[in-house]
């Protein structure tokens, strides 16, 4: 594999994998000289030395058994001979402790043997016959001096010791030359070490001042000529994979910002576009508004008073000569009163429905109960006439304008009283409850009810679902219930669940003011009686 294609990570493991060879390898050789340093110190201190210690008492040990032999040899007394016998007893003692301490030598442990031997027979042949001799013959002054013969083993075995002496002294001085040596070794691979650690200092920091400062930098100024506005700049990053795969990373966010800011551009000019045509359709709409306020207010003048004249003759017409002409006559007469009345009944309902949000006084805390209350006041004489029970339960107060919401809820229980069920006492019930920001109400009556498929067509204006002769109306009042619904930031529609009647849902918004305002549950739905019984006091 191509090592200039490595990762950072990778080409950093390398570089540590060799550096901790070396010093690995440099660790080893140290702990082989160290060890090899030690032995010889330890053979040096504590067996060369000593051993050439013992070649000094040797002598001396040697030299006090001829002393000793002698004196013995010029008196003939026994006590004489303690100092020989004590020096035979450590010249053992010492060559004993000689032999263990070069133990692992073997040619100074044979010349150890050859001193051993030496001082053996120097015993054997001089020191003893003539200890024996005095013993026998007693002390005698001639017998006491040397001979040739004694002088040479004595010789012998002094020079037996000397040998020992230089081979242990020139065995020291090696191993000494030995552990100066390892000591230099160790010196060596310990400088060693340290250039190899210099070394990958120097070299991890040339690696990451090629491959990650400079393409870092490189990278950077890149970026900063995009942040300075140039997006069409193409960000391009070079050493290892991970900073080539970033700056990859970051072109790519650079052409998708691009891509956004190009969509962002045109976006805001269609929105300038869409602002013109809406200052336009504004400057439309206040032109249309201008003629709809002319228009209502020729409707609420100009219409309505040759309508009223119409209507008032008709009238003078059916009361003067009815029954003076014929059946058919008075039915014409009886149609134009109709007509000219459901006409000012359609144009009051009309001006009512283009009125909604346009002339208002403004929102203010609303109590429903009461506007529920006065509203089914209005309805007091069908509510007699037909036994209708009107119940509610604890409704909240809401923002709003009383007059809208008042016909709101005139419009939902005159139209389930006006299409009650024949066969059916009118049962009408407002409930309510919280749904998160919104008050849901309902109203609900057992009436003829709407078939599904319609229920979205009764909020249309002027639409009607059933002929004008069976039930009267103009077919607005749903249209202006809806309006005043959306009018008040809410939506209104028909629950398809309910199978028997009429289930109207509406929702208005919980007022700012009070958030966490909630029904209670406990003020749920009262009892037919005592709902119906309070209503009646309150319209009393």
Request: net charge negative.
């Amino acid at each position: 594999m191509n090592p200039t294609r490595w990762s950072l990570w990778r080409r950093i493991i390398a570089l540590c994998a060799v550096v901790a060879g070396l010093l690995g390898l440099i660790a080893v050789s140290a702990t082989v000289t160290a060890a090899a340093n030690r032995a010889d110190t330890t053979k040096v201190m504590d067996r060369l030395t000593p051993a050439l210690v013992n070649t000094e008492q040797l002598n001396s040990q040697l030299l006090r058994q001829q002393t000793s032999a002698r004196t013995f040899l010029l008196t003939g007394r026994e006590s004489d001979l303690d100092t020989y016998k004590a020096a035979q007893q450590s010249e053992t003692e010492i060559l004993a402790d000689t032999e263990r301490l070069l133990a692992d030598e073997p040619a100074l442990l044979s010349t150890v043997h050859d001193v051993a031997a030496a001082t053996s027979r120097f015993r054997r042949e001089i020191t003893e016959p003539l200890i024996a001799q005095t013993r026998t013959d007693g002390p005698s002054a001639e017998r006491a001096t040397p001979t040739a013969a004694s002088r040479a083993v004595y010789t012998a075995a002094s020079s037996e010791i000397d040998a020992l002496r230089s081979g242990l002294s020139t065995r020291r001085d090696t191993v000494a030359a030995e552990v100066r040596s390892s000591g230099n070794v160790l010196i060596v691979l310990l400088a060693f070490a340290g250039i190899v650690i210099i070394f990958a200092g120097v070299a991890l920091a040339l690696l990451l001042r090629r491959l990650v400062t400079r393409p870092v930098t490189e990278l950077a100024a890149e970026v900063r000529i995009v942040a300075g506005g140039n997006y069409d700049h193409a960000i391009t990053g070079g050493g290892p994979p991970e900073l080539a795969a970033l700056a990859s990373d970051v072109d790519t966010m650079r052409r998708r910002i691009n891509t956004e800011l190009q969509d962002v551009v045109e976006a805001r000019r269609l929105v300038e576009e869409a602002n013109r045509m809406l200052e336009q359709q504004a400057a439309e709409l206040t032109r249309s508004n201008r003629d709809l306020e002319q228009f209502a207010y020729v409707a609420s003048h100009d219409l309505q008073e040759p309508l009223r004249k119409v209507a008032s003759f008709c009238q003078l017409l059916q009361r003067r000569y009815a029954r003076q002409l014929d059946e058919r006559a008075d039915q014409y007469i009886a149609f134009a009163v109709d007509g000219a009345q459901r006409m000012q009944r359609l144009i009051n309902d009309l001006l009512a429905f283009s009125r909604i949000g346009r002339l208002t006084s403004g929102f203010a805390d609303i109590d429903l109960n009461k506007v529920v209350v006065d509203s089914a006041e209005q309805f007091e004489s069908q509510r007699e006439s037909t036994s209708a029970e009107i119940t509610f339960v604890d409704l909240p107060v809401v923002r709003g304008e009383e007059p809208l919401l008042g016909a709101l809820f005139s419009n939902l229980i005159g139209n389930a009283l006006k299409f009650r069920h024949p066969d059916r006492t009118p049962h009408i019930l407002i409930d309510c409850q919280q749904v998160g920001e919104e008050y849901e109400f309902s109203v609900e009556d057992n009436g003829i009810g709407i078939e599904p498929e319609f229920a979205d067509k009764v909020f249309v204006i002027f639409q009607r679902l059933h002929a004008k002769d069976a039930y009267p109306g103009t077919g607005i009042g749903l249209a202006i219930a809806k309006k005043i619904v959306e009018y008040h930031g809410g939506r209104i529609w028909i629950d398809p669940s309910q199978t028997e009647g009429t289930l109207f849902r509406f929702t208005l918004p919980v007022p700012v003011s009070d958030p966490a305002a909630a029904l209670s549950s406990s003020s749920s739905v009262a009892s037919s009686s005592a709902s119906s019984s309070s209503l009646e006091e309150s319209v009393q």
